[in-house]
């Protein structure tokens, strides 16, 4: 990989990147925990779960239950969670702070954007429809899109085909290892969000910039960006103040 190669696209995980997903994520296991008379599960320990999607870190409360659980109720467990998330906690996880004037600044300057998530592509649209930000993305690679999920760099590659981008002229936006591990296996450069749900600072390694505050993402992209775009103008409606 050319790190010389300015940045013509930029993709952008979802959970724990765009949006913080896991209080609402956890409200709703809970949920359904609570209702089948099981033991509630803090939101700390579902959090690296979270990385591998929205089912696998169900699986993990349900793998710390004090008691083994059954297959089948644990099947239907998972199936009423999922309900349970989509009807009631879905639409009510905000972005991260910045993420729509990030967002804003990037297209105004002709950078390709793009989604590459372990989430599932219903829940996804709804998410960035809920947040008024799905116009920005010209590309979503969601689960399923691809034959393996991250960490693989099977779902990054497919996204970057779609956008016709190649790989040394691509930012890979998440905040896990898997992300960073996708990114490095793309041969595509990462940026950590470390406002998300890594474990440690480690996690996120290799990088070529770990940030806090969205203004220093955009600031980080400007200045990397390719000199073939020029600045256009693009206009959004800001979301409505979203709370938990």
């Known amino acids: 990989m050319n790190i010389n190669n300015q940045i013509r696209s930029v ?11 896991l209080p609402s994520l956890s409200a709703a ?7 089948a008379g099981m033991r509630e599960v803090s939101m700390s320990l579902l959090r690296s779960a979270l990385n591998e999607g929205l ?5 993990q409360a349900i793998a710390l239950q004090s008691a083994p659980v059954d297959a089948a109720v644990a099947n239907q467990l998972e199936i009423e969670y ?3 998330y989509g009807q009631r906690w879905l639409s009510t996880a905000p972005l991260f702070a910045g993420v729509t004037e990030a967002l804003v600044a990037l297209r105004s300057q002709g950078l ?25 993305f010209d590309a979503i690679v969601s689960l399923g899109d691809a034959p393996l999920p991250k960490p693989a760099a099977d779902p990054l590659l497919l996204l970057m085909e779609r956008l016709e981008m190649p790989p040394a002229e691509t930012l890979f936006v998440g ?21 998300g749900y890594a474990g440690q600072p480690a996690d996120l390694l290799p990088n070529v910039l770990s940030f806090g505050g969205y203004d220093q993402l955009t600031s980080w992209v ?8 020029h ?7 800001c979301p409505i103040n979203l709370c938990h």
């Open 112 to 136: 390709k954007l793009g989604i590459c998530t372990n989430r599932d592509r219903a829940s996804t649209e709804v998410l960035l429809a809920s947040a008024s930000i799905a116009g920005f």
């Open 175 to 195: 905040d896990s290892a898997m992300d960073a591990c996708c990114a490095q296996l793309s041969k595509v450069r990462f940026a950590a969000h470390r406002g």
């Open 29 to 35: 296991a809970n949920d359904v925990l609570a209702k």
């Open 11 to 21: 993709i952008f995980d979802v959970d724990g990147t765009l949006f913080d997903t």
């Open 82 to 84: 999922m309900a349970c």
């Open 55 to 59: 089912r696998p870190m169900f699986r």
């Open 231 to 237: 600045p256009v103008r693009f206009t959004v409606s």
């Open 222 to 229: 400007l200045d990397h960006r390719s000199a073939l775009f």
